[in-house]
């Protein structure tokens, strides 16, 4: 595939400025950069999701339109998008084969489907039965299966948009191994991620977008991660995992023995100025902790403590004032409403502070909103922009400007950082560093174990449920605490 001055506005925006690319047929070619780089609108163009305003993309050595998602499907070209697109009420195989069913006189032959969706799962090397709703699976589980789906197509280019920001260690080596037997088959790959170590054992060259220009195509053989970041963003790679040490305060939150759906018997506590860290494999419990913290869902047994009082969340609002706040690890599903403006997302913890006689006052909406539009750097040029619109590191911000402007005393992040580039990150750490000289704490969840490992002063492993280990701060290996969350 070539691109010749590709090019994309939309109002007020120059997305894509006059792009060159050339990705060469059967290579695994990494495109990286920061968020608002043009790395969606590139593959929103390439799937015939927009159309583009300026430029030529050739396929195959002739011009074509790309008018549509289905054009680019039947020219081979498909996409495992970062956000799943699949229908979580239908099994795997049904998502599978979604658009290319097995019928006979206009009825679904289900087994049929399931029969060669199992051979497919196994051939591949996933661990998942294909009679399984989707919508009951991990978020990490259902990328595999995203996967799967590309995989089976008969593709011949396919585009990875962030696919191992929700899946674990063992989840990812089982997508690489797909990704290198496609590479061996000749299907083209186009692989981002703001994760750099991936680009180095994945790719063979690299390009780096840039404020909507093609910054440079490198040979990933030779090249280092400083020049990449360099390329990225003038940023240096010692600035990655930011951390201040801030003098602990008094326990906020004090678990003992709790027990709930999908975890048992979790012990541990949180303090002002303290960044807790949460790490182990998908499914091992973490995030079913926290929704039990947060009041998402009853605990069966044991007990919590608030400041040295006892805590027995019925429902979210009961945790919200008290103080808890959570930025849920599905931010798109969870944390936003698309539809709304990201004026009314900023502002939805604090309507009723915002109204006098049953009016929302809108100038303090405005300036409150307009407050973390800046604090945050969200990147929009009106509060009135839907958050849909939204890059992903920028709703990220969003989420947490919800909370932010609420001012809770405990924040609970759930994989904060997933498709967010390498500057937002920064900003991200640098505003944890803020929340904890403020008083307040942190409970950190991530699955990329350099991120939690960097940033918790306390870091607890879970592991089928339970709360096998924990550590203080850097003051064990990765390589243990990863035997740990295993169990090796």
């Given at each position: 595939?070539?691109?010749?001055?590709?090019?994309?506005?939309?109002?007020?925006?120059?997305?894509?400025?006059?792009?060159?690319?050339?990705?060469?047929?059967?290579?695994?070619?990494?495109?990286?950069?920061?968020?608002?780089?043009?790395?969606?609108?590139?593959?929103?163009?390439?799937?015939?999701?927009?159309?583009?305003?300026?430029?030529?993309?050739?396929?195959?050595?002739?011009?074509?339109?790309?008018?549509?998602?289905?054009?680019?499907?039947?020219?081979?070209?498909?996409?495992?998008?970062?956000?799943?697109?699949?229908?979580?009420?239908?099994?795997?195989?049904?998502?599978?084969?979604?658009?290319?069913?097995?019928?006979?006189?206009?009825?679904?032959?289900?087994?049929?489907?399931?029969?060669?969706?199992?051979?497919?799962?196994?051939?591949?090397?996933?661990?998942?039965?294909?009679?399984?709703?989707?919508?009951?699976?991990?978020?990490?589980?259902?990328?595999?299966?995203?996967?799967?789906?590309?995989?089976?197509?008969?593709?011949?280019?396919?585009?990875?948009?962030?696919?191992?920001?929700?899946?674990?260690?063992?989840?990812?080596?089982?997508?690489?191994?797909?990704?290198?037997?496609?590479?061996?088959?000749?299907?083209?790959?186009?692989?981002?991620?703001?994760?750099?170590?991936?680009?180095?054992?994945?790719?063979?060259?690299?390009?780096?977008?840039?404020?909507?220009?093609?910054?440079?195509?490198?040979?990933?053989?030779?090249?280092?991660?400083?020049?990449?970041?360099?390329?990225?963003?003038?940023?240096?790679?010692?600035?990655?995992?930011?951390?201040?040490?801030?003098?602990?305060?008094?326990?906020?939150?004090?678990?003992?023995?709790?027990?709930?759906?999908?975890?048992?018997?979790?012990?541990?506590?949180?303090?002002?100025?303290?960044?807790?860290?949460?790490?182990?494999?998908?499914?091992?419990?973490?995030?079913?902790?926290?929704?039990?913290?947060?009041?998402?869902?009853?605990?069966?047994?044991?007990?919590?403590?608030?400041?040295?009082?006892?805590?027995?969340?019925?429902?979210?609002?009961?945790?919200?004032?008290?103080?808890?706040?959570?930025?849920?690890?599905?931010?798109?599903?969870?944390?936003?409403?698309l539809n709304l403006s990201i004026s009314d997302n900023l502002n939805l913890t604090v309507f009723d502070r915002?109204?006098?006689?049953?009016?929302?006052?809108?100038?303090?909406?405005?300036?409150?909103?307009?407050?973390?539009?800046?604090?945050?750097?969200?990147?929009?040029?009106?509060?009135?922009?839907?958050?849909?619109?939204?890059?992903?590191?920028?709703?990220?911000?969003?989420?947490?400007?919800?909370?932010?402007?609420?001012?809770?005393?405990?924040?609970?992040?759930?994989?904060?950082?997933?498709?967010?580039?390498?500057?937002?990150?920064?900003?991200?750490?640098?505003?944890?560093?803020?929340?904890?000289?403020?008083?307040?704490?942190?409970?950190?969840?991530?699955?990329?174990?350099?991120?939690?490992?960097?940033?918790?002063?306390?870091?607890?492993?879970?592991?089928?449920?339970?709360?096998?280990?924990?550590?203080?701060?850097?003051?064990?290996?990765?390589?243990?605490?990863?035997?740990?969350?295993?169990?090796?």
């Amino acid at each position: 595939m070539t691109l010749r001055k590709l090019d994309k506005k939309f109002a007020g925006t120059h997305a894509l400025n006059a792009v060159d690319l050339e990705v060469m047929q059967g290579e695994v070619h990494a495109v990286v950069g920061e968020n608002g780089a043009g790395k969606s609108t590139l593959i929103k163009l390439l799937s015939g999701a927009i159309a583009r305003t300026g430029g030529e993309i050739l396929w195959q050595g002739k011009q074509v339109a790309l008018g549509s998602p289905q054009e680019a499907i039947a020219l081979g070209i498909n996409v495992v998008h970062q956000e799943i697109v699949l229908c979580p009420h239908l099994t795997i195989a049904a998502n599978m084969f979604l658009g290319n069913e097995d019928a006979r006189f206009s009825l679904l032959n289900d087994r049929a489907m399931e029969r060669s969706a199992q051979r497919i799962l196994d051939e591949i090397g996933f661990s998942l039965d294909a009679r399984a709703l989707l919508g009951a699976l991990q978020i990490g589980q259902q990328q595999l299966v995203a996967a799967a789906r590309a995989a089976t197509r008969r593709a011949k280019l396919i585009i990875f948009d962030e696919p191992t920001g929700y899946l674990t260690r063992s989840e990812t080596e089982q997508l690489f191994a797909l990704i290198r037997r496609l590479h061996v088959q000749g299907v083209t790959i186009v692989y981002i991620s703001h994760r750099l170590e991936e680009i180095f054992e994945l790719a063979e060259r690299v390009s780096v977008l840039r404020d909507g220009s093609l910054v440079s195509t490198r040979n990933v053989p030779g090249l280092d991660q400083h020049t990449l970041i360099r390329d990225m963003v003038n940023r240096s790679l010692s600035e990655l995992h930011y951390k201040e040490v801030v003098e602990f305060g008094e326990t906020l939150l004090d678990v003992r023995r709790l027990c709930g759906p999908g975890f048992d018997d979790i012990s541990l506590s949180a303090r002002r100025g303290e960044v807790v860290g949460l790490y182990g494999l998908m499914g091992a419990g973490r995030s079913e902790f926290v929704q039990s913290v947060f009041g998402r869902q009853s605990a069966t047994s044991g007990e919590m403590l608030w400041r040295g009082k006892v805590y027995r969340p019925v429902n979210e609002a009961a945790a919200i004032r008290v103080g808890i706040a959570l930025a849920p690890e599905s931010r798109r599903d969870q944390g936003l409403c698309l539809n709304l403006s990201i004026s009314d997302n900023l502002n939805l913890t604090v309507f009723d502070r915002l109204s006098r006689h049953f009016m929302i006052d809108s100038r303090t909406e405005s300036d409150w909103a307009q407050k973390q539009i800046g604090n945050l750097r969200i990147s929009t040029s009106s509060r009135a922009n839907l958050a849909r619109r939204l890059s992903g590191g920028n709703q990220q911000k969003v989420v947490i400007g919800k909370w932010l402007n609420h001012g809770a005393e405990l924040f609970i992040f759930d994989e904060p950082t997933v498709g967010v580039d390498v500057g937002t990150k920064v900003e991200i750490y640098k505003l944890f560093a803020q929340l904890l000289r403020a008083g307040a704490g942190i409970i950190l969840i991530s699955s990329y174990l350099p991120e939690v490992y960097d940033l918790s002063d306390t870091l607890h492993i879970f592991r089928r449920g339970k709360l096998v280990a924990t550590h203080k701060h850097c003051e064990a290996s990765q390589e243990l605490i990863l035997s740990d969350a295993i169990g090796v």
